[in-house]
Structure formats: structure tokens, C-alpha cells
């Protein structure tokens, strides 16, 4: 491929790989991960509420990895309460799990900045042959897109295994109890799916560009090889 052509699709990955850990450091911030709907189990019980009546039980939630906001509604309409996990949830939460969370969000950023950074520089400068060079560039798109996809499998079992919203609504509820009526991701969530294909797709950009992957070998470098030993 001409010079000119890998300088593009460097240059490309480059800027794909910045935007990335730029909308992995705003997901961290937002509470956009996920939101949902709670039903104050105990209020509709006392009342017998079915139906249409059950929606004067249902109250909304929506929280990130730092902060959150629910609504409790037990028929004497939405009452608001803002929340952080830091340090007011962390005796009901799984904490080792959502510190990891945040932990690979942090690497996640790290390594994007890294691969953008050396992605411009294998498009602009003089690469070496190891780091900064195809080795490198696999390297940093690998790891990326490995913490990826453990923030989306850590955080996952954090929601559905060990029930984080019905943790979170019940958090300082003496009297009442709430349950999940419906939850589901939302955008931050997807921007770590989204970031997660970026970095696969610029390994991909990597080997369209002719570097072949690090572990290979081609036959024509062993023939070679073969024949210098031979004269030796």
C-alpha cells in the first residue's frame, strides 16, 4: 500500500481512538448508565393496587458509576432524592466490582490516548520497530478493547446478578420496600460497547494498511532465514 494511503488510515485511527477515550471520560461522568422504573412493593400492598393504581406506586431511577437519582412514588406523588456511590453507597453495593469498573474505565482512557498518540506518530513521524511501530499499534488497540469489554461484563453482573437498582432504591428505606419493575442500559453504557468496536476496528485498519500481525511469520522471512544459516 502506498505511504500516502497508510498515513490516512493511520490518521483515522488516530482520531477514532481520541474520540473514544473522550467519550469514555464523559460516560464515567453522567448517570446514563442505566435507568429504569421501581415499585414500592409495600404501598401497593397495603392498598391492594392493580392496574392503572399501580402506576401511582411506580417511581423512576437512573444512575452512572459516580452519582444517580431516583424518584420514590408510594401514592402521594414523586418525592426526588439525588445519591453518589462514593462514600454513601459502598456498604450496599458490590464495591471491589464497581471500583474495578472505574478502575478499567481509567485504563480504558489511558491506553485510547496512548494508541491515538502513536497512531499519528506512525502516520507522521519515523515509527521504530517495536512500540511505536504495527507492534505497538496492536498492542494498544488489544488492551483497549479488552477493558472494554470487561467495564461492559463487570457492570453487567453488578446490575443483573447482584441487583444494584433494587440495592440503590432501597438504600435508607426503613419501612418501604422497592423492587425493580424495569431497567435497561442506557447511552454511557453503549459508548463503552462503541468505543470496544473502535479498537477492534482499528486492528483491523492496522492489518488493511499490510502490517501483518505481530505472532505471524511469513514463509518468505523463514526461507530466508534458512538460506542465510545455510552460508554460515
Known amino acids: 500500500m502506498p505511504a500516502q494511503q497508510k498515513k490516512i488510515i493511520f490518521c483515522i485511527a488516530g482520531v477514532l481512538s481520541f474520540a473514544c477515550a473522550l467519550g469514555t471520560a464523559a460516560a464515567i461522568g453522567t448517570q446514563r448508565w442505566v435507568k429504569g422504573t421501581i415499585l414500592c412493593k409495600t404501598g401497593a400492598l397495603l392498598v391492594n393496587a392493580t392496574g392503572q393504581e399501580l402506576e401511582k406506586f411506580i417511581g423512576e431511577i437512573q444512575y452512572g458509576l459516580l452519582h444517580g437519582e431516583r ?27 464497581h471500583v474495578s469498573v472505574i478502575l478499567f474505565c481509567t485504563v480504558l482512557i489511558i491506553f ?63 419501612s418501604f420496600t422497592f423492587k425493580t419493575h424495569s431497567e435497561q442500559f442506557a447511552n454511557s453504557f453503549w459508548i463503552i460497547l462503541v468505543c470496544s468496536l473502535v479498537h477492534f476496528l482499528n486492528a483491523l485498519l492496522i492489518r488493511f494498511a499490510g502490517f501483518q500481525f505481530p505472532f505471524s511469520k511469513s514463509k518468505d522471512s523463514g526461507t530466508i532465514t534458512g538460506a542465510v544459516d545455510l552460508m554460515y
Open 71 to 97: 424518584v420514590r412514588q408510594c401514592g402521594l406523588g414523586g418525592r426526588p432524592f439525588q445519591f453518589s456511590f462514593f462514600p454513601d453507597l459502598l456498604k450496599v453495593i458490590p464495591a471491589s466490582i
Open 112 to 174: 485510547a490516548l496512548v494508541g491515538a498518540g502513536f497512531f499519528m506518530f506512525n502516520a507522521f513521524g519515523s515509527p521504530y520497530e517495536t512500540l511505536h511501530g504495527p507492534v505497538g499499534l496492536y498492542l494498544w488497540s488489544f488492551i483497549a478493547c479488552s477493558c472494554g469489554c470487561l467495564i461492559m461484563i463487570l457492570f453487567s453482573s453488578e446490575v443483573k446478578i447482584h441487583h444494584l437498582s433494587e440495592k440503590i432504591a432501597n438504600f435508607k428505606e426503613g
